[in-house]
Nanobody
C-alpha cells in the first residue's frame, strides 16, 4: 500500500535549521509531484513548498521563500525540506503529500497521498 513517512522533525531554537525527509513507497514516486504542507491544531493546512515529478519546477509560499528548500531524489523515493532561519511561528505538524498530476500544486485537495506528519517546534 502507499506509504509516506516523514522524519527529521524535532525541537530547535529560533534561527536554527532542520531537514525533513519523506520516504515514499507503494506507488511510482517519480511520476508524482510532491509537496510539503503544515498544520496547527484547529487550523487549515498551509502550503509550504512543492516540486514537480522530475524536480524541474518548484514553488514556495511567501512565508518560507528564501528560508526553505524542497528537493527530491527519485532514486531513493525521497523528498526533502531543508528549513533554515526557523522562527517560532514555523511551529506546526509538517506533512509531505503526493500529487499524481505531476505539476506543482498549492491546494491540499490536489494531493492524493499524505504522510502521518512530523512535529516541528521552534523555541524563542
Amino acid at each position: 500500500q502507499v506509504q509516506l513517512v516523514e522524519s527529521g522533525g524535532g525541537l530547535v531554537q529560533a534561527g536554527g535549521s532542520l531537514r525533513l525527509s519523506c520516504a515514499a513507497s507503494g506507488y511510482t514516486f517519480s511520476r508524482y509531484a510532491m509537496g510539503w504542507l503544515r498544520q496547527d491544531p484547529g487550523k487549515e493546512s498551509e502550503f509550504l513548498a512543492a516540486i514537480s515529478w522530475i524536480g524541474g519546477s518548484t514553488d514556495y509560499a511567501d512565508s518560507v521563500k528564501g528560508r526553505f528548500t524542497i528537493s527530491r531524489d527519485n532514486a531513493k523515493n525521497t523528498v526533502y525540506l531543508q528549513m533554515n532561519s526557523l522562527k517560532p511561528e514555523d511551529t506546526a505538524v509538517y506533512y509531505c503529500a503526493a500529487n499524481y498530476r505531476g505539476h506543482v500544486a498549492r491546494n491540499s485537495y490536489e494531493y492524493e497521498y499524505w504522510g502521518q506528519g512530523t512535529q516541528v517546534t521552534v523555541s524563542s
